[in-house]
């Protein structure tokens, strides 16, 4: 049974991917570190601290909060032409409201990129229950802390919340909150996110409701 559903949302709402990795690459850089692009990939969804502090040690730099200040401040001054809002993600959030069903989200992501990101895709924030942030909680993804206090928060039971996710750690983490977990192949392979634990995984949103529908029917 599904009856309410917690949203990441980097690569499942908006394609963030580029957007914060050149921020973070230009961030960097006004402390030396002349990263690249692909330095970043294996840090992605476990939080902006983790994104660029685990690339500032493989130069030799220790992380500082004024370089995730720097990265965002850049983040938000070229979001209207990086990011990337994906064609579902406002007709499927607003679909949601209109059907009664209750929606959460859970981003590894601080609250500044979240607003953002919801200004971009021109959603009100109030459409969550709940809006939780890499800064709420002590323990990231693979941790379940997360969307654990996305659901108390919400009011959820966590066996009904349906998580979606992209990343191999947020899909983890949901698995591991008790939660049934649908992974869109947005960032990683189908076949990595199914040995990551995902029930479900599709290309896409579109077939959300459906998905709803029959796991209810079971």
Not at 15 to 36: M, P, R, V, Y
Not at 98 to 123: F, H, M, P, W
Not at 133 to 161: C, M, Q, R, Y
């Amino acid at each position: 049974m599904i009856k309410t559903l917690i949203f990441d949302m980097d690569g499942v709402l908006i394609d963030s991917e580029e957007a914060i990795t050149l921020a973070a690459q230009e961030a960097l850089s006004c402390w030396g570190i002349n990263a690249k692009f692909e330095d970043f990939k294996q840090f992605t969804g476990m939080g902006e601290n983790k994104f660029l502090g685990g690339v500032a040690a493989l130069y030799g730099a220790e992380y500082t909060l004024d370089m995730k200040d720097k990265t965002y401040e850049i983040y938000v001054s070229t979001a209207k032409d990086r990011v990337k809002v994906y064609p579902w993600s406002k007709e499927i959030l607003n679909g949601l409201k209109e059907r009664g069903i209750k929606i959460a989200l859970a981003s590894a992501a601080d609250y500044t990129k979240v607003e953002c990101n919801l200004q971009c895709i021109g959603v009100n924030p109030d459409i969550f229950s709940a809006i939780v942030t890499g800064s709420d909680v002590k323990h990231k993804k693979p941790h379940p802390d997360i969307f654990l206090t996305a659901a108390k928060i919400a009011g959820f039971n966590p066996d009904e919340t349906l998580v979606v996710e992209d990343a191999l750690s947020g899909t983890k983490a949901a698995k591991a909150a008790g939660m049934h977990c649908l992974a869109l192949t947005t960032s990683f392979t189908e076949n990595s996110l199914k040995e990551a634990g995902a029930d479900f995984v599709s290309p896409d949103l579109y077939g959300i409701f459906e998905l709803i529908e029959r796991c209810n029917k079971k």
